[in-house]
Structure formats: C-alpha cells, structure tokens
C-alpha cells in the first residue's frame, strides 16, 4: 500500500514565503548589492523586516480570531500596518465585537486597533 506524506504549513513557513515573495518582486536592479547603496540596502532590509514583522501580527491575530470559540471571526478581516491591526468585515453581536478587539490586543506586537467591524 502507498503512503501518503502531508506537509504542515506552519506560520513560520507562511512568513518566509511572503518575505522571500516580497524580496523577489524588488526586482533585478534593486536586489543587486552591487549597484544598490548602502543605504538603499539597509532601506530594504527595515521595510522587509516591517512586513514580516506586520505579516507575523496579522496571523497571530487571525489565529487568536479562529480560536475564539464563541467568535464568527470567518467574516472579520485583519489588516496590519506598522503595528496597526485594522479589524473590517461583520459580526452578529457587539459583544463578539468586543471580543475581536481584545484578541486583536492581545497580540505582541500590536501598536493598537482599529476595529470597524459593523454588527449585523
């Protein structure tokens, strides 16, 4: 009988292909060490180290929103910018609203939230 082999696609394998996605879309001229200045390079490196940074928050919360028994967080929507998580979509109740913005808060990382979910 064959056996089939199943790959997890943990968090930290999510971030290293969007930071290697993010790398490659600089394109030729900008990846090149040798015709990049130095400040240019570092440059690159802080905004990839953002994004990762801001990639990591998004999925920490988004994993926080899903283990939230008593949450209907397959409609919420999560944003990071610089430490900002943005919470958009809809909920059934202000209390699920509520609790979505302290998940949210309760990520390191987070600088704060802007929750505009809307209860429906």
Request: a positive charge; hydrophobic letters at 40%; aromatic letters at 2%.
């Amino acid at each position: 009988m064959k056996s089939t082999r199943s790959i997890t696609f943990t968090p930290g394998a999510a971030l290293l292909a969007l930071a290697v996605g993010f790398y490659a879309s600089l394109g030729p001229g900008q990846s090149s060490a040798s015709t990049a200045s130095s400040t240019d390079h570092s440059l690159t490196r802080a905004m990839v180290r953002e994004g990762i940074s801001d990639t990591a928050i998004t999925t920490k919360v988004k994993a926080g929103l899903l283990n939230q028994k008593d949450l209907g967080s397959t409609r919420i929507h999560v944003r990071t910018r610089d430490g900002v998580v943005r919470l958009t979509g809809s909920v059934p109740t202000t209390v699920q609203r509520q609790m979505a913005t302290k998940v949210a808060k309760g990520v390191t990382g987070v600088a704060s939230v802007e929750n505009d979910l809307i209860v429906h």
